[in-house]
Protein backbone atom coordinates (compact mmCIF):
# COMPACT_ATOMS: atom_id res chain seq x y z
CA UNK A 1 0.00 0.00 0.00
CA UNK A 2 0.96 3.50 -0.57
CA UNK A 3 0.93 7.11 0.94
CA UNK A 4 0.44 9.93 -0.84
CA UNK A 5 2.03 13.34 0.41
CA UNK A 6 3.21 16.23 -0.69
CA UNK A 7 6.27 18.53 -0.40
CA UNK A 8 5.72 21.39 1.72
CA UNK A 9 7.99 23.54 -0.62
CA UNK A 10 7.50 22.94 -4.24
CA UNK A 11 4.21 21.02 -3.52
CA UNK A 12 5.21 17.97 -5.65
CA UNK A 13 3.32 14.48 -5.01
CA UNK A 14 5.53 11.88 -3.71
CA UNK A 15 5.17 8.72 -2.36
CA UNK A 16 6.00 8.09 1.84
CA UNK A 17 8.04 4.93 0.71
CA UNK A 18 10.53 7.50 -1.00
CA UNK A 19 12.09 8.91 1.81
CA UNK A 20 12.59 5.56 3.87
CA UNK A 21 16.40 5.47 3.08
CA UNK A 22 18.16 7.31 5.93
CA UNK A 23 20.94 8.25 3.90
CA UNK A 24 18.57 10.72 1.70
CA UNK A 25 18.40 12.41 4.75
CA UNK A 26 14.20 12.76 4.74
CA UNK A 27 14.15 15.20 1.95
CA UNK A 28 11.98 15.66 -0.86
CA UNK A 29 13.13 13.78 -4.09
CA UNK A 30 12.51 16.24 -6.48
CA UNK A 31 13.59 19.98 -4.18
CA UNK A 32 16.11 18.63 -2.19
CA UNK A 33 13.51 20.19 0.73
CA UNK A 34 14.42 19.04 4.36
CA UNK A 35 10.73 17.81 5.59
CA UNK A 36 12.60 16.47 9.40
CA UNK A 37 16.11 18.46 9.44
CA UNK A 38 16.37 17.64 13.34
CA UNK A 39 14.89 13.89 13.15
CA UNK A 40 16.27 12.72 9.69
CA UNK A 41 17.71 9.61 10.81
CA UNK A 42 14.86 8.44 13.04
CA UNK A 43 11.93 10.03 10.54
CA UNK A 44 12.12 7.10 7.66
CA UNK A 45 11.98 4.67 10.70
CA UNK A 46 8.66 6.67 11.88
CA UNK A 47 7.71 6.57 8.62
CA UNK A 48 8.18 2.98 7.59
CA UNK A 49 6.08 2.47 10.61
CA UNK A 50 3.54 4.25 9.45
CA UNK A 51 3.18 2.60 6.41
CA UNK A 52 3.43 -0.77 8.50
CA UNK A 53 0.46 0.66 10.66
CA UNK A 54 -1.66 1.22 7.61
CA UNK A 55 -1.10 -2.12 5.74
CA UNK A 56 -1.90 -3.81 9.14
CA UNK A 57 -5.02 -1.67 9.83
CA UNK A 58 -6.45 -1.99 6.33
CA UNK A 59 -5.93 -5.85 6.33
CA UNK A 60 -7.26 -6.45 9.69
CA UNK A 61 -10.86 -4.58 8.80
CA UNK A 62 -11.25 -6.36 5.52
CA UNK A 63 -10.36 -9.60 7.93
CA UNK A 64 -13.24 -8.49 10.08
CA UNK A 65 -15.61 -7.43 7.85
CA UNK A 66 -15.41 -11.03 5.56
CA UNK A 67 -16.25 -12.74 9.21
CA UNK A 68 -18.62 -10.55 10.16
CA UNK A 69 -20.14 -9.60 6.83
CA UNK A 70 -23.25 -7.00 7.22
CA UNK A 71 -23.74 -8.23 10.93
CA UNK A 72 -21.35 -6.03 12.78
CA UNK A 73 -21.11 -2.43 11.12
CA UNK A 74 -17.91 -0.67 12.56
CA UNK A 75 -18.75 3.41 13.05
CA UNK A 76 -16.34 4.41 10.26
CA UNK A 77 -15.49 7.95 12.28
CA UNK A 78 -13.94 5.93 14.94
CA UNK A 79 -11.59 4.75 12.96
CA UNK A 80 -10.90 7.55 10.59
CA UNK A 81 -11.41 10.79 12.88
CA UNK A 82 -8.40 9.96 15.32
CA UNK A 83 -6.45 9.02 12.05
CA UNK A 84 -7.45 12.32 10.47
CA UNK A 85 -6.56 14.31 13.71
CA UNK A 86 -3.21 12.83 14.35
CA UNK A 87 -2.35 14.56 10.99
CA UNK A 88 -0.75 18.30 10.61
CA UNK A 89 -2.94 20.12 8.80
CA UNK A 90 -1.43 22.34 6.12
CA UNK A 91 -1.32 25.76 6.39
CA UNK A 92 -0.79 26.51 2.90
CA UNK A 93 -3.08 26.05 0.15
CA UNK A 94 -0.62 27.26 -2.44
CA UNK A 95 2.38 25.87 -3.98
CA UNK A 96 5.58 26.95 -2.66
CA UNK A 97 3.61 29.59 0.04
CA UNK A 98 4.49 27.88 3.00
CA UNK A 99 8.19 28.87 1.73
CA UNK A 100 7.75 32.21 0.79
CA UNK A 101 6.81 33.41 4.16
CA UNK A 102 10.76 32.80 5.61
CA UNK A 103 13.02 35.15 4.54
CA UNK A 104 16.42 33.91 2.78
CA UNK A 105 18.79 34.21 4.67
CA UNK A 106 20.30 37.02 2.55
CA UNK A 107 18.10 38.56 3.14
CA UNK A 108 17.08 38.68 6.45
CA UNK A 109 17.42 42.29 8.19
CA UNK A 110 17.97 43.90 4.90
CA UNK A 111 16.16 47.34 4.09
CA UNK A 112 14.18 47.51 0.86
CA UNK A 113 16.65 49.67 -0.94
CA UNK A 114 14.95 52.61 -3.03
CA UNK A 115 15.86 52.51 -6.52
CA UNK A 116 17.71 56.08 -8.24
CA UNK A 117 16.72 56.88 -11.67
CA UNK A 118 19.84 57.30 -13.91
CA UNK A 119 18.87 59.72 -16.85
CA UNK A 120 21.79 60.49 -19.65
CA UNK A 121 21.21 64.02 -20.58
Given at each position: ???????????????????????????????????????????????ARVMAAQ???????????????????????????????????????????????????????????????????
Amino acid sequence: MSINAHCGSCNRQLLLGQLLQASDGFRCPVCGFAFAPAYATVAPGVAARVMAAQAALVTALAELGSMTSDRLRLDQATIVDPIANALPQAEAKEPGLARRHRAHWWARGAAIQPTQTISHQ
